[in-house]
């Protein structure tokens, strides 16, 4: 079972950076994909990015876009986070997670995904 704690959370101030980390217990994780969801105050959890096994595999959702960016290093079982020009909206708990390799619309809801982290708190300020 795999296991996966998030990290680098913390308070900043809009406009500024943070990059949050992945770390994944066990051996399958170059063979999982590895997805980001946020949980922003008053609204559902959501979609942020995911990436894949192979290169160049990522997507990411719309308000993301040009701003955060997601990255691997399977030689240390951890999964990247790097967001840029973070706004108050940002706010909120991020999780990352893992599915098996998944194509198609339906491989982005949080249901395909089937290990979860803890959660790290990102709060922006204006």
């Known amino acids: 079972q795999v296991q996966l704690v998030e990290s680098g959370g913390g308070l900043v101030q809009a406009g500024g950076s943070l990059r949050l980390s992945c770390a994944a217990s066990?051996?399958?994780?170059?063979?999982?994909?590895v997805g980001w969801f946020r949980r922003t105050p008053g609204a559902e959890r959501e979609f942020v990015g995911v990436?894949?096994?192979?290169?160049?595999?990522?997507k990411y959702a719309e308000f993301v876009k040009g701003r955060f960016t997601i990255s691997r290093d399977n030689a240390k079982n951890t999964a990247y986070l790097q967001m840029n020009n973070l706004k108050p909206e940002d706010t909120g708990v991020y999780y990352c997670?893992?599915?098996?390799?998944?194509?198609?619309?339906?491989?982005?809801?949080?249901?395909?995904?089937?290990?979860w982290g803890q959660g790290t708190q990102v709060t922006v300020s204006s």
């Open positions: 066990g051996r399958t994780f170059s063979v999982n994909d």
């Open positions: 990436i894949g096994t192979t290169a160049g595999d990522i």
């Open positions: 997670a893992k599915r098996p390799p998944c194509s198609g619309s339906g491989c982005y809801d949080s249901v395909v995904f089937n290990s």
